[in-house]
């Protein structure tokens, strides 16, 4: 069964950085897209960004050219890279694999933005 552990979120200034990593279990890690989600208070999950098996990725417009997905196979870890970041951008972020095996969410990781 996949487990997935979220982790590097906290409290940044608007315009600053953070770099968040995900690392999975119980699946064959390589063989999946990853996908990184974001929820915000009232708000639905929403795909921010997702890198396939073969690295190739694919953003949200909201995040395009901010933020950088990459993924390494050896750890079985997916990163998201986050610059520039906006009051709009907070929100709990959880990573999933893609097709999902199962209805089961990591922890998430809760990034805040604020001056």
């Known amino acids: 069964q996949v487990q997935l552990v979220e982790s590097g979120g906290g409290l940044v200034q608007p315009g600053g950085s953070l770099r968040l990593s995900c690392a999975a279990s119980?699946?064959?890690?390589?063989?999946?897209?990853m996908g990184w989600y974001r929820q915000a208070p009232g708000k639905q999950r929403e795909l921010v960004a997702t890198?396939?098996?073969?690295?190739?990725?694919n953003y949200a417009g909201s995040v395009k050219g901010r933020f950088t997905i990459s993924r390494d196979n050896a750890k079985n870890t997916v990163y998201l890279q986050m610059n520039s970041l906006k009051p709009e951008d907070a929100a709990v972020y959880y990573c999933?694999?893609?097709?999902?095996?199962?209805?089961?969410w990591g922890q998430g990781t809760q990034v805040t933005v604020s001056s």
């Open positions: 999933k694999e893609i097709p999902s095996t199962s209805d089961y």
């Open positions: 119980g699946i064959r890690f390589s063989i999946y897209a």
């Open positions: 890198i396939f098996s073969d690295g190739d990725t």
